[in-house]
T-cell receptor, first 113, second 108 residues
Framework: DSGVTQTPKHLITATGQRVTLRCSPR?????VYWYQQSLDQGLQFLIQ???????AKGNILERFSAQQFPDLHSELNLSSLELGDSALYFC????????????FGPGTRLTVL | GQQVMQIPQYQHVQEGEDFTTYCNSS?????IQWYKQRPGGHPVFLIQ?????EVKKQKRLTFQFGEAKKNSSLHITATQTTDVGTYFC????????FGRGTSLIVHP
C-alpha cells in the first residue's frame, strides 16, 4: 500500500460526458502528479501540482483540467470524453518539487463507450 | 522535447536466466528513477540514481547510471517468477518522462 488513494477504481461512461477522478496523496507529500497509461502510449505525464499551485504541464488535452485543494487532495476533470480517452489514470505523490521518488495510487480505469 | 527510450519492449526468459533492460535519454539527466509495475498493479518505486557512473544493488537487481548521465540499465541475476512485470525508467527533473517500459515474462 503506497498511501496514495484514488477513487473511483472503475468508471464507465459514454462519449461526450464529463467525469472527475479524485486523488489523496500520502501524508506529508505536497506534490501530486497525474498520468495516463494506455497500451499503446505507455505512461504519459499529464500535470503536476505542488502545494496547490500548478507546477508542470505535460501532454494534457485542453478538455482535461486538474486542481489541488488546500487539504492537498487533487481532482482530474475529463470532459467531452472520446473513445480514445479510455485508459488507466494514475495519481502519484512525492515530497519535493521535482526529481523525487513518486508513490503511485492504485489507479482509476476509465472506459468510454 | 526530452525523450526516454527503453529497450527491449518485451523479454521472455526461463526462470534462472539473467535479464537486462536499457534506458537511453536524448538529453543529460539530473537523475534517473526505476519503477516496477506488476500485471494489474501500479508502478512501484525501486531506486534513484544521481551520480555519473553510479552503480547500486538491491539483492539480485543491479542498477547503473552512465558516465554521461544519458543512459541507465537494470540487470536482474537469476530471474524468478516474482520478477514478472514491467520495468520503467524515468528521467527529467522538471517534466517526468517515462520510458515505454520493458515487460519481463519469466517461464518456470
Amino acid at each position: 500500500d503506497s498511501g496514495v488513494t484514488q477513487t473511483p477504481k472503475h468508471l464507465i461512461t459514454a462519449t461526450g460526458q464529463r467525469v472527475t477522478l479524485r486523488c489523496s496523496p500520502r501524508s506529508g507529500d505536497l506534490s501530486v502528479y497525474w498520468y495516463q497509461q494506455s497500451l499503446d502510449q505507455g505512461l504519459q505525464f499529464l500535470i503536476q501540482y505542488y502545494n496547490g499551485e500548478e507546477r508542470a504541464k505535460g501532454n494534457i488535452l485542453e478538455r482535461f483540467s486538474a486542481q489541488q485543494f488546500p487539504d492537498l487532495h487533487s481532482e482530474l476533470n475529463l470532459s467531452s470524453l472520446e473513445l480514445g480517452d479510455s485508459a488507466l489514470y494514475f495519481c502519484a505523490s512525492s515530497k519535493g518539487l521535482a526529481g523525487k521518488e513518486q508513490f503511485f495510487g492504485p489507479g482509476t480505469r476509465l472506459t468510454v463507450l | 522535447g526530452q525523450q526516454v527510450m527503453q529497450i527491449p519492449q518485451y523479454q521472455h526468459v526461463q526462470e534462472g536466466e539473467d535479464f537486462t533492460t536499457y534506458c537511453n535519454s536524448s538529453t543529460t539527466l539530473s537523475n534517473i528513477q526505476w519503477y516496477k509495475q506488476r500485471p494489474g498493479g501500479h508502478p512501484v518505486f525501486l531506486i534513484q540514481l544521481v551520480k555519473s557512473g553510479e552503480v547500486k544493488k538491491q539483492k539480485r537487481l543491479t542498477f547503473q547510471f552512465g558516465e554521461a548521465k544519458k543512459n541507465s540499465s537494470l540487470h536482474i541475476t537469476a530471474t524468478q517468477t516474482t520478477d514478472v512485470g514491467t520495468y520503467f525508467c524515468s528521467g527529467g527533473s522538471y517534466i517526468p518522462t517515462f520510458g515505454r517500459g520493458t515487460s519481463l515474462i519469466v517461464h518456470p
